[in-house]
């Protein structure tokens, strides 16, 4: 039997998975739900968010488990420039991605791999807990996403 591809491919497999359609129907409309990311910034930069943010009236919702991560404010419509985003106060991500960096619970003086680190948002959290006394190690088999990650460094002020 040939396996198909593509978005068919993935459908017919998936709904191999589930007894019903009902519960197929409801997985795929979970997919395609919006997933926005949140504002992840660290500590030092709180205060400055806060006043730019507040300047311009938006609001501000941390995440209920995590102070330093912010929900997109209710007052701008997805996919607009926040203030803060130029000059790098946050860094949008997945907020699943948040979890396994709290869980490692990474000490300033840890030695920590990140083998697949691109592009990069993970391993920058990473970066705040380690500071320069530990070691991060980041690496990707992709060199465009390595070259991203670099950026992302760059951008973000992470010591080389």
Known sequence: MKSEKGKEGFLNYYRTL??????????IECLEKPN???LRFSPPQAAR?????????LSWQPLSWYPYALLWPKE????????????????PMNAASLIPVLALQVQPDDMVLDACAAPGGKTLFLSE????????IANDLSRARLTRMKQVFKDYRVYE
Request: hydrophobic content about 40%; aromatic content about 22%.
């Open 36 to 38: 926005l990311p949140v």
């Open 76 to 91: 701008v419509a997805y996919g607009q420039l926040l203030p803060g985003f130029k000059q790098k106060l946050f860094y």
């Open 18 to 27: 589930f007894p019903s359609g009902k519960e197929f129907k409801q997985f």
């Open 49 to 57: 968010l806060w006043s730019l943010w507040r300047e311009k009236g």
């Open 129 to 136: 807990f380690i500071g320069r006394k530990g070691r991060l």
